[in-house]
């Protein structure tokens, strides 16, 4: 998962300095992409089952040590990321890459009208994964 983040990292860095015009829509799949996979090796059974096999061990810790404190945010994460599906996750990913590409045209423009529609767009898929 790790490795994965790490590439769409890169990626987004590349698309805010390097990435020639006309190429957001591919990068926008590849970022997609990148997080849906992610998304689906965290949301995996097993990953549900591991954490479920740590609550002995937090249970033995302080409540407010780090280690506790990493596993119920583990958790949490856990349990609300299994309720988004990998495509929403990546219709998402691949949106904000749009967007990103929307503003960049538009801002040394002061074409606001442009990405107005494209923030609603980021407001309503924002609502929809809360």
Same mark, same amino acid.
């Given at each position: 998962?790790?490795? $994965? &983040? ?6 987004? *860095?590349?698309?805010? /300095?390097? $990435? ?9 799949? &590849?970022? %997609?992409?990148? /997080?849906? !996979?992610? &998304?689906? &090796? +965290? ?13 002995? +061990? ?12 990493? !596993? ?15 495509? +929403?996750?990546?219709? +998402? ?15 040394? %423009?002061?074409? *606001? ?8 767009? /980021?407001?309503? $898929? ?5």
């Amino acid at each position: 998962m790790h490795d $994965l &983040h790490a590439a769409s990292a890169v990626l987004g *860095w590349d698309q805010m /300095t390097y $990435l020639p015009a006309g190429a957001g829509g591919p990068r926008g799949r &590849h970022l %997609a992409t990148l /997080t849906r !996979l992610a &998304h689906e &090796h +965290f949301t995996d059974d097993r990953i549900g089952v591991l954490l479920d096999s740590l609550g002995p +061990f937090e249970s033995s810790l302080p409540s407010d040590s780090d280690e506790a404190s990493l !596993l119920r945010i583990a958790r949490q994460d856990y349990r609300r990321a299994v309720r988004v599906p990998g495509s +929403f996750m990546a219709t +998402f990913a691949e949106h904000q890459s749009a967007s990103y590409q929307a503003w960049a045209v538009a801002r040394p %423009a002061n074409d *606001w009208e442009a990405v107005t529609p494209i923030l609603e767009r /980021t407001v309503d $898929l924002s609502r929809e994964y809360a």
